[in-house]
């Protein structure tokens, strides 16, 4: 029998971040979940909002490249897809390299309702932290986002962020 040694020092101290790393990503999942459900969508759907994000963001998809993009089942993406037609808020257009294709546009509708997502999603963050430091926020951003980064990057052909308004600059 080996005897297992368990790591001590620098490695110990690191094994003990990663662990709480760990067990504070499911706590925020959590949490953000809870927000999201107390935000009022009037009426919408929400998770068919969110979709809205990428669309604008990288512009009209094709809906599996949507449903690769966002890692959903692409029968759910298809449901919340087909909500956002309803609505008006996305509407297919042909796909210039494959006219048997379509693409998803945002409708002017749809911008607004994801500006509308986008200043409450701001609202609650800047209530949340209102008693925090310039300095602690923008840690806490630039930690954040490269922390979002390695992760999509450790997942099969996720597209890199969109640059920061910081990194535009």
Do not use: N, Y
């Not at 029968?75 to 909500?83: D, E, N």
């Not at 911008?111 to 609202?123: C, G, K, N, T, W």
């Amino acid at each position: 029998m080996t005897p297992t040694t368990e790591p001590t020092g620098a490695a110990a101290d690191r094994l003990a971040e990663v662990r709480t790393l760990g067990e504070q990503l499911p706590r925020f999942m959590r949490l953000a979940h809870a927000l999201k459900s107390a935000q009022p969508t009037e009426g919408r759907d929400r998770a068919a909002l969110v979709l809205l994000f990428p669309l604008v963001r990288l512009g009209p998809l094709r809906q599996g490249a949507l449903a690769d993009l966002v890692h959903a089942d692409p029968s759910t993406v298809s449901r919340h897809v087909a909500t956002l037609i309803e609505q008006r808020l996305v509407r297919r257009v042909a796909d210039e390299t494959d006219g048997r294709a379509s693409r998803l546009v945002v409708t002017d509708d749809g911008r607004a309702a994801l500006e509308q997502m986008r200043s409450e999603r701001e609202a609650v963050l800047a209530r949340v932290t209102a008693d925090w430091s310039a300095a602690d926020l923008a840690a806490l951003t630039t930690l954040f986002g490269r922390l979002m980064d390695d992760l999509a990057s450790s997942l099969p052909a996720e597209p890199p962020a969109a640059p920061s308004p910081r990194e535009k600059s």
